[in-house]
C-alpha cells in the first residue's frame, strides 16, 4: 500500500497547489448496529493538468471517494484539499460556493435538466453562479463549450431529442463550462456504446491535454482507464495499487486479483 501516509500536513493555509489531496480520509457508515468503513485511510494525491482513475470492483468504494474527493459528502475523518484548501474547515455555504466555483462533475445519472435546451444545460452552473441569463457573454461561452464536444448546432434541442452519447456530451460540456480546477466524473462511459465511450473519453483528454483541467474519472472499465495517466485501485475502502500509464491489459490482470477481503 505505497500511498498510504501518516505524514501530517504543514500548519498554515498554503499547503501547495495540488489540485486534489486527500490525507487519510475515513468514511464511515453505521450499519446493522455495526461501523462499516466505505472509504478507511485513504491518501493521495493529483497533480494539476493529470488524469486519474479510480477503479476497483463495484462495492469498493469509488463513489464513496469521489463524494468526499469532491465535496459532496464530508469524511468521518481525514483531510480533502482542493487547489490547497482544506474542505473540513468550510462552512456549508463556503464549501457550495467552492463546489460551483472550482470544481465541474458529470453524474452517471446525468442529471440534464428536460425543459431546458442542450445550450441552457451547459449554461446553468454559469447562472448559479450569479451570471445574467440574459447576458450574452453566458449564451456565447455556453455555445463555445458545446462546439468542444461537437454540439454546437444542437444547442437549441431538449436534451430529450439527443441521443445518449450526445446528451453524455451535454453534460461533459456543463461540467466544462465555468473553466473548474477539477472535473469529477463517475462512470461517464457506463451506459454508452464503445464507439461513444471513446468519444466522450477523447473529450476529457483533450479537457486535460489542450486546456490543463484536472479530471478524476471512477470506472471500472480496463478501456476507460488505458485514456488516463494514472490509476489507483480501490479494494474495500482502502488504496490497494497505483500504476502509471495503465494499459486495458494491466488493469484487467490487476481488477481479476485477489479479492475483496
Ligand atoms: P462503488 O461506487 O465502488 O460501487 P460505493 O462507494 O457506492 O461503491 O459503496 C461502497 C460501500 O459503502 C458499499 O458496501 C455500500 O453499500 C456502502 N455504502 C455506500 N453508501 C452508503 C450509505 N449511505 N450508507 C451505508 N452504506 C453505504
Ligand atoms: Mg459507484
Redesign the pocket.
Known amino acids: 500500500m505505497p500511498l498510504r501516509t501518516r505524514r501530517r500536513p504543514p500548519p498554515g493555509p498554503t499547503t501547495g497547489t495540488d489540485a486534489l489531496t486527500l490525507e487519510s480520509v475515513t ?1 464511515r ?3 446493522g448496529g455495526r461501523d ?1 468503513h ?2 478507511e485511510n485513504v491518501s493521495m494525491t493529483v497533480p494539476p493538468g493529470r488524469f486519474l482513475a479510480v477503479m ?12 468526499c474527493a469532491a465535496g459532496l459528502d464530508r469524511p468521518t475523518s481525514g483531510t480533502v484539499r482542493i487547489g490547497g484548501t482544506d474542505l473540513s474547515r468550510l462552512s456549508e455555504p463556503a464549501l457550495t460556493r467552492l463546489r460551483r466555483d472550482r470544481i465541474g462533475f458529470v453524474f452517471q445519472s446525468l442529471n440534464l435538466v428536460p425543459s431546458l435546451t442542450a445550450g441552457e444545460n451547459t449554461a446553468l452552473p454559469l447562472l448559479l453562479r450569479g451570471m445574467n441569463p440574459h447576458d450574452p457573454a453566458v449564451r456565447e461561452r455556453a455555445l463555445r463549450t458545446l462546439a468542444a464536444v461537437g454540439l454546437r448546432d444542437r444547442a437549441d434541442d431538449s436534451p430529450l431529442r439527443l441521443s445518449g452519447g450526445q446528451q453524455q456530451r451535454v453534460a461533459i460540456a456543463r461540467a466544462l463550462v465555468t473553466d473548474p480546477a477539477v472535473i469529477f466524473a ?2 461517464p462511459t457506463g451506459a454508452l456504446d464503445p464507439v461513444t465511450a471513446h468519444e466522450v473519453l477523447r473529450l476529457l483528454r483533450e479537457a486535460v491535454d489542450a486546456s490543463g483541467h484536472t479530471v478524476v474519472m ?1 470506472t ?1 472499465d480496463p478501456q476507460a482507464a488505458a485514456w488516463t495517466d494514472e490509476a489507483i485501485f ?1 479494494e474495500s ?1 482502502r488504496i490497494v495499487a497505483h500504476e502509471n500509464h495503465p494499459t486495458p491489459q494491466t488493469v484487467t490482470r490487476r481488477l481479476a486479483g485477489p479479492g475483496e477481503r
Open positions: 468514511r457508515y453505521r450499519r462499516f466505505a472509504l476497483g470492483r463495484s462495492g469498493s468504494g469509488k463513489t464513496t471517494f469521489l463524494q463517475d462512470e471512477v471500472h480501490i475502502g
